[in-house]
């Protein structure tokens, strides 16, 4: 089945905990982003990759990084998380090129700094 | 700077009615526009995607059609059930780094 799978889906952290949110997709899409949702706000990308070894900053890109070092798969990394990183996180992909681009996206990691 | 805006922000209608989500955009140099379906606490289901070069998709009992040059979509909904409750997302995706801009949604309650 062609999917988006976050882990985890929910998370409990301190702040200044490291921890890092994975997301792999099996459509082989050269293209992956993270957005955060929040109430009055809606989804806002935070980053993106157009394929491997590129990445690039979305609208609200402090406090997180990124890698894709292969590519289906995009984790999304809080060096030192804090208390307004608390949000459903949205990891997606969609094919780059041609004339159909569906975003895919995860179920969700809805994640709380403490 | 592209917006999108999606009115009302919430619907109630009764089991068997049909029903017209709106969505605006400032920018109307848009690569696709796409309709969104997303249930309480769970990701996002895409429904439809309008190419900038189409007027409208279907799809079941929905129907989506954009009007590029006055920056407008619709998402009809014939025949509404319980079963499509939930919180409808329209985005448009512009040509440059394939960002998606999202509205803040449509709630849609149907009661049986």
């Known amino acids: 089945e062609a999917q988006v799978t976050q882990n985890p889906r929910y998370l409990i952290t301190v702040t200044g905990k490291k921890l890092t949110v994975t997301c792999s997709q099996n459509m082989n899409h050269e293209y992956m982003s993270w957005y955060r949702q929040d109430p009055g706000l809606g989804l806002r990308q935070i980053y993106y990759?157009?394929?491997?070894?590129?990445?690039d900053k979305g609208d609200v890109p402090e406090g997180y990084k990124v890698s894709r070092k292969e590519k289906r798969n995009f984790p999304l990394i809080l060096e030192s998380p804090s208390p307004n990183q608390t949000s459903l996180y949205f990891c997606a992909s969609s094919l780059f090129e041609g004339p159909v681009q569906f975003y895919t996206f995860g179920s969700g990691t809805r994640l709380t700094v403490v | 700077k592209q917006e999108v805006t999606q009115i009302p922000a919430a619907l109630s209608v009764p089991e068997g009615e049909n029903l017209v989500l709106n969505c605006s955009f400032t920018?109307?140099?848009?690569?696709?526009l796409q309709w969104f379906r997303q249930d309480p606490g769970k990701g996002l289901t895409s429904l439809l995607l309008?190419?900038?070069?189409?007027r409208e998709q279907t799809s079941g009992r929905l129907n989506a059609s954009l009007d590029k040059s006055s920056g407008r979509s619709t998402l009809y909904i014939a025949a509404s059930q319980p079963g499509d409750s939930a919180t409808y997302l329209c985005?448009?995706?512009?040509?440059?780094?394939?960002?998606?801009?999202f509205g803040q949604g449509t709630e849609l309650s149907v009661k049986p």
């Open positions: 985005a448009v995706r512009n040509g440059q780094g394939g960002k998606l801009i």
């Open positions: 309008i190419q900038s070069s189409q």
């Open positions: 990759s157009m394929n491997v070894e590129v990445t």
């Open positions: 920018d109307s140099a848009i690569y696709n």
